[in-house]
């Protein structure tokens, strides 16, 4: 059974970086798959932020620039993302996702999510 | 902005039938998956490439498409329906996953 586990500071200063990290279980990192990370400020809607392959390969979405770093650690069987220069509109949930490749099902899975809030 | 439209709210009579769209450019060429989430919870996939179902999602939920407009509808609408409905799908490029603005369903 597949779960994905969130994890982060809570709290974030403005202008800092924000650093989650999802744990996986259940499936292999190694493992042909997409991992993607969307959040949910409150509120409002989902918006998707970035997505990780088996092989490394990353996308992002525009609206972040160069603010967004997805990575993972193979040995780890976790997931990383790193939001830079971060302001309060960057509070909200944050979700780590995986596509349920045996169905060929996008965003298959999600975890419980793990809310960030950026205040002085 | 999102790239894909929804109707902000719906509602439906316990029992009766609604459909919920998604209207987008990008959809004419790939299809749509559909979340709903609940309050303080987590969305879950109800429907992908445009009308399969997870294992566990009743029958009672269905996709369909046309052109630029993606639909999701429930027959036989339950109160356990009540929940915020999201479609999903690519951008223009092909790349990036893009969400619509969400519908909330209310279940009369």
């Known amino acids: 059974q597949v779960q994905l586990q969130e994890s982060g500071p809570g709290l974030v200063k403005p202008s800092g970086t924000l650093s989650l990290t999802c744990a996986v279980s259940?499936?292999?990192?190694?493992?042909?798959?997409?991992w993607s990370w969307v959040r949910q400020p409150p509120g409002k809607g989902l918006e998707f932020l970035a997505q990780?392959?088996?092989?490394?390969?990353?996308n992002y979405n525009p609206s972040f620039k160069s603010r967004l770093t997805i990575s993972a650690d193979r040995s780890k069987n976790q997931i990383f993302l790193k939001l830079n220069s971060v302001t309060a509109a960057d509070t909200a949930v944050y979700y780590c996702?995986?596509?349920?490749?045996?169905?060929?099902?996008?965003?298959?899975?999600w975890g419980q999510g793990t809310l960030v809030t950026v205040s002085s | 902005s999102s790239e894909l439209t929804q109707d902000p709210t719906v509602s439906v009579a316990l029992g009766q039938t609604v459909t919920i769209t998604c209207q987008g450019d990008?959809?004419?060429?790939?299809?749509a998956n559909w979340f709903q989430q609940k309050p303080g919870q987590a969305p879950i996939l109800v429907i992908y490439?445009?009308?399969n179902r997870p294992s566990g999602i009743p029958d009672r939920f269905s996709g369909s498409s046309s052109g630029d407009t993606a639909s999701l509808t429930i027959t036989g609408a339950q109160a356990e329906d009540e929940a915020d409905y999201y479609c999903?799908?690519?951008?223009?490029?092909?790349?990036?996953?893009?969400f619509g603005g969400g519908t909330k369903l209310t279940v009369l």
């Open positions: 996702c995986m596509d349920d490749v045996t169905v060929g099902a996008t965003l298959g899975y």
């Open positions: 259940g499936g292999s990192v190694t493992s042909p798959n997409w």
């Open positions: 990780v392959n088996h092989g490394g390969y990353t």
């Open positions: 990008s959809l004419g060429t790939y299809y």
């Open positions: 490439t445009k009308n």
């Open positions: 999903n799908t690519r951008d223009s490029s092909g790349i990036h996953l893009v």
